[in-house]
């Protein structure tokens, strides 16, 4: 089944975008999810200069590399922080993406109680009108409270938007919630218009993210469970290695090298 498969550009934390690109494009990928994450990841931002964005576009361009998606997290429970996600949207857009990511966040009221999936659902229809004014898809990430495809499906139901459907992270559902991937994808796969591809090994709670292929995850079983559903969405590799992160940009390198090759073994093109 032919789909976009990219590299998530979160791999080279601590490391330049142009690391990134470079990185990902020697790797034989023609794809990138670029990150925006505030304070962790500004690999691109709002508040960069034009001429600085206009380097980076023209960078990926020169390498072959589509910007298609956007990893612009913001805790979209904290109506301060809904400013920062709309500008990120906005840059999405300047680069050309289809796809702006990001978990729902802490969703916690002033009294500190969980809130409800219809309080969730309600602070992410706001941002409707924005995903359809810059023709962005929305897709929620299976992380923290939110971290199993059945409780994002039961959101993304009540948003009840063609802009708004799950990105599936097959190891957050591990780390997070406790579930293999290949079972809880049943529940959600129709909703599922993304997926970051991350693998996971050993313990459940341990932080330990390493190149595909490397980990516990049964990814035959998933691309089975894929196919069967006609479910053609878009990959994203995620390598976070461990707590210590990589030793070096040659580590990443050489993660996303091994992550390329074992998608191709299991049949799929860059």
Not at 30 to 45: N, Q, S
Not at 176 to 182: I, N, R, S
Not at 205 to 218: H, M, Q, S, T, V
Request: glycine share 6%.
């Amino acid at each position: 089944m032919k789909r976009i498969i990219a590299v998530n550009s979160n791999c080279y934390h601590g490391y330049s975008i142009e690391d990134a690109i470079d990185g990902i494009a020697a790797a034989g990928f023609h794809y990138i999810e670029l990150t925006a994450t505030k304070g962790w990841t500004e690999h691109v931002f709002p508040t960069m200069p034009l001429e600085r964005l206009w380097q980076v576009k023209e960078k990926l361009n020169k390498a072959g590399l589509m910007p298609f998606a956007m990893s612009g997290h913001c805790n979209l429970m904290d109506t301060a922080r809904i400013s920062d996600f709309v500008s990120n949207i906005r840059l999405a857009a300047f680069f050309g993406c289809d796809y702006i990511v990001s978990s729902v966040g802490e969703a916690h009221l002033e009294d500190k109680a969980i809130a409800s999936n219809e309080e969730v659902a309600r602070h992410i229809r706001a941002l409707v009108p924005y995903l359809e004014e810059y023709r962005q898809t929305l897709v929620l990430e299976t992380h923290g409270d939110h971290s199993t495809g059945r409780i994002l499906k039961e959101i993304v139901a009540l948003v009840d938007s063609p802009r708004v459907k799950i990105n599936y992270d097959t190891a957050n559902v591990i780390f997070y919630g406790d579930v293999a991937p290949q079972d809880d994808l049943s529940c959600c796969i129709e909703e599922v218009a993304y997926m970051h591809l991350k693998d996971k090994a050993g313990s459940t709670r341990e932080w330990n993210f390493p190149a595909l292929g490397e980990g516990n995850i049964d990814f035959p079983k998933v691309f089975q469970k894929l196919e069967a559903a006609g479910n053609d969405c878009p990959f994203s590799v995620e390598i976070e290695f461990t707590q210590a992160g990589p030793e070096s940009l040659a580590q990443i390198n050489a993660a996303v090298e091994t992550s390329a090759k074992y998608l191709i073994e299991h049949g799929f093109e860059l």
